[in-house]
């Protein structure tokens, strides 16, 4: 369903009780009785599950899947599938100066990239009552895929040119990615960009900034926004690079203190954060994910532009429990009035 995206996003910044957007549709497989292997090279069964979470849970959007090795595969790289993990990227495919200068920029739908816009457009025709959100690779976070993740911060020192080469391919096949969800008829996409997490700001402002940032200026507008995704630790040290890059909102990881970062944050700028998604949703208790819950709405509920979220993508194994504990927790916050009294 086309919506203005922006009007949306300063509707829910402004909300005094903000449904929760956690990053959540692998754990679909469970209520669908699918394994992840199934899931990922279906398109229908994308949509049949993104369809199911978004019946489960009372989000503010429905948010796909992050798989990060969709992009990666395109290029050629071997990927790694399994029945209960998500898909990974092994070994490398460029790996000097010559081989990055004869890399292809593949043509969108090849691979299973195909699959995952398909199956955004059968989504938003099953989820109507909310804004349903793709989601992409960023920039550096793919170049490390193609050239191997720990080379990949070597390289910005000792081959900077060739990484930046790769980049440009990168980047000019993920401008077409995003745009082809934008046509799909997404409402918007998260862009994620853990592996900048782990860079120096003079790092990130080289070679990550300027490339996610030409991925939001080639699509974002009103009825389409971008949400960047950082999980990385080094993601407040970082900040003023992150922000350049344009994008509507930001969503952080639980490497990082989420109250911290929003003294960092425009007040007018939604930022997102934190729950463990593997210490807390996948491993915790009920009551161990409920009082975490509680703990970080009462330190960053005076933040107006804070929506509670996961600290990154709920991984498929995931406890329902621990994902209803949650929303539950936070709906709790809310209708207990702390959230009104904390901005006072």
Known sequence: MKRNMIRWLDEYRESEKKQPMPVLSFPGVQLLGITVRDLVSDSERQAQTMKAVADRIPSSASVSFM????????????????????????????????????????EVGAARSGVYIEAIRKAVALITDRPVFAGIIGSFSLAGRLVDVTEALVYCYTEPDMLKTVLEKATDFLVEYA?????????????????????????????????????????????????????????????DSILRTGAAAYHFGNAID?????????????????????????????????????????????????????????????????????????????RSGEHGAAQQ
């Open 67 to 106: 798989d990060l090795s969709v992009e990666a595969e395109c290029f050629g790289a071997q990927t790694v599938f399994s029945d209960h993990e998500v898909p990974t990227v092994k070994g490398a495919l460029v790996s000097d100066e010559e081989e990055a200068n004869a890399l292809s920029v593949p």
């Open 179 to 239: 745009k082809a969800f934008k046509a799909a008829g997404a409402n918007g996409v998260m862009i994620a960009e853990p592996l900048a997490g782990l860079l120096s700001p003079e790092m990130a402002e080289e070679f990550s900034e300027p490339y996610v940032r030409r991925v939001i200026d080639a699509v974002q507008d009103e009825n389409f926004i971008v949400i960047y995704h950082n999980c990385g630790n080094t993601a407040i040290r970082i900040i």
């Open 258 to 334: 989420m109250a911290e970062m929003l003294t960092h944050i425009p007040e007018n700028i939604v930022a997102m954060g934190n729950i463990d998604p593997a210490g807390e949703f996948a491993n915790g208790t009920p009551q161990s994910i409920a009082a975490a819950t509680t703990a970080l709405l009462q330190k960053c509920g005076k933040y107006k532009n804070f929506v509670i979220s996961s600290g990154c993508d709920i991984p498929p194994h995931a406890k329902w429990e621990n994902i209803d504990a949650f929303f539950r927790a936070a709906e709790e916050f809310y």
